[in-house]
């Protein structure tokens, strides 16, 4: 059974940090894309920054050069350090893994907020 279970989010004031975690279990990491993605009210569900094989990184325009994505296979955690964050970044982060090898391998967690104001 896959769980994904993340954690970290809260508010903080513009320009702070914050780090959130990914605590996967049920998969292998070497064959997953391991990603963040988050949803402001109102607005569709976006990615933010995918990782695969531990090295291969992506990341939206709008978070380039303030969001750093990782893995730690040791502990099967993902993390998404956000750094300089804007009122913008305001939403509902969610962790998705998805296979590389099977089209039925998609899983999502439950969602960590992240309310960036002052």
């Known amino acids: 059974q896959v769980q994904l279970v993340e954690s970290g989010g809260g508010l903080v004031q513009p320009g702070g940090s914050l780090r959130l975690s990914c605590a996967a279990s049920?998969?292998?990491?070497?064959?997953?894309?391991m990603g963040w993605y988050r949803q402001a009210p109102g607005k569709q569900r976006e990615l933010v920054a995918t990782?695969?094989?531990?090295?291969?990184?992506a990341y939206a325009n709008s978070v380039k050069g303030r969001f750093t994505i990782s893995q730690d296979n040791a502990k099967n955690t993902v993390y998404l350090q956000m750094n300089s964050l804007k009122p913008e970044d305001t939403a509902v982060y969610y962790c998705?893994?998805?296979?590389?090898?099977?089209?039925?391998?998609?899983?999502w967690g439950q969602g960590t907020q992240v309310t960036v104001s002052s």
């Open positions: 990782i695969t094989s531990g090295v291969i990184t």
């Open positions: 049920g998969i292998i990491f070497s064959i997953y894309t």
């Open positions: 998705n893994a998805r296979s590389l090898i099977s089209t039925t391998g998609d899983y």
